[in-house]
């Protein structure tokens, strides 16, 4: 909201907030402290993705840890030089920033997101698009509903290209309340495959590990329309929660026809 009543104080606002960054360490109660990074978005992002991958390979390999203590061991371990006893995921430190060409051309200065955290300005996304560490991928949307084109396939698991388009289109995993970054999910074939549902786009849908398997306990109902982007879900205690996720470009309104004099 505030980008779009202001978006030049939003720019300038967030480049004080980047000259800000800083490392503290706050001592606290039971020989406990926290050591707090405060830096931009895709730094943030990127490193958090890094760490949980290596957290979950660790914890795949058979580590009893929770999730929780194996990020903060292994955040520790890479700061003082040690091995976690893991190498990262070559996909791990992956943040995904969206935005129009139109606005990668300086044209416009609208519809720059990053992947779990939302909007950002325009001049920042396109300072994170030119650094030389960032890697750019064309993506085609359908211009009238502004989603990734679908490609449709016969197999269970997906193919690269029908994972990487729906974790581009969903963003984050599509349960509401949850802002898991689809890079970080489970591809979830919305009407189960050994139930008719194919491996496509128009099926595929990004759930967190979590959220994926409580979609099939029975006192849960989800329901979502990957195609709109649109999510229903409710409770066993009968509350209905509903969700949406934009486009990643705005498709053009239809223009009315005149009629003929």
């Known amino acids: 909201m ?54 979950q390979a660790l914890r795949r390999a058979g580590s009893s840890r929770s999730m929780d203590q194996l ?20 996909t791990a430190a992956t943040v995904s920033l969206h935005m129009p060409a139109s606005t990668a051309l300086g044209i416009t200065d609208s519809g720059c997101t990053l992947d779990g955290y939302g909007t950002i300005p325009a001049p920042i996304a396109r300072e994170i698009m030119t650094n030389p560490a960032s890697t750019w991928r064309k993506v085609l949307c359908d211009p009238t509903t502004g989603q990734p084109t679908a490609l449709g396939r016969t197999r269970r698991r997906p193919s690269t290209t029908i994972r990487d388009l729906v974790r581009i289109r969903d963003r984050e995993c599509v349960v509401p309340w949850c802002h898991r970054p689809a890079t970080h999910t489970d591809f979830d074939h919305e009407q189960p495959w050994n139930h008719g549902g194919t491996t496509s786009t128009d099926n595929g849908t990004s759930r967190c590990r979590h959220h994926h398997r409580l979609k099939h306990h029975p006192r849960w109902t989800h329901s979502h329309n990957p195609t709109r982007g649109t999510t229903t879900i409710t409770t066993p205690h009968g509350t209905t929660y509903y969700g949406a996720t934009d486009p990643i470009v705005t498709p053009p309104r239809a223009r009315k026809r005149r009629a003929p004099p």
């Open 2 to 55: 505030a980008h779009s009543v202001d978006p030049e104080g939003q720019t300038a606002r967030a480049r004080v907030a980047r000259r800000g960054r800083k490392l503290e360490l706050i001592h606290g109660e039971n020989a406990m402290s926290r050591l707090t990074a405060h830096v931009p978005v895709e730094v943030a992002s990127a490193a958090y993705a890094r760490v949980d991958g290596m957290a």
């Open 71 to 90: 990020r903060a061991d292994v955040t520790t371990d890479l700061l003082l030089g040690r091995d976690p006893g893991v190498t990262a995921p070559e």
